[in-house]
């Protein structure tokens, strides 16, 4: 099953956010508004596998690999609707 892109695409790459991320006190961004109207917060860590993988973190042991920024699911197909947040608008 092909995965879809974010439409309108994203402002930002990867590697972009992540450093964003990096350079937050704890490495943990401050609360990032979702994108429904009942005014719920979440925050994004970055990182990094045993194996060297990078990743964003996000609630409910999410992750965001950097083959997976970009499309609406991730690389397992799991409809992934907190990627939409961190879009960086």
Not at 19 to 31: A, F, K, V, W, Y
Not at 54 to 68: A, G, K, M, T
């Amino acid at each position: 099953m092909p995965r879809i892109l974010i439409d309108p695409p994203l402002l930002n790459d990867f590697d972009t956010v992540f450093d964003l991320i990096s350079n937050q006190i704890g490495q943990t961004t401050p609360n990032l508004p979702t994108t429904g109207n009942n005014e719920v917060y979440f925050q994004a860590s970055r990182k990094v596998t045993r194996d060297g993988r990078q990743f964003i973190s996000l609630p409910h042991n999410n992750r965001i690999y950097e083959n997976d920024w970009g499309f609406q699911s991730n690389s397992m197909g799991k409809l992934d609707k907190e990627l939409d947040n961190i879009r960086c608008r």
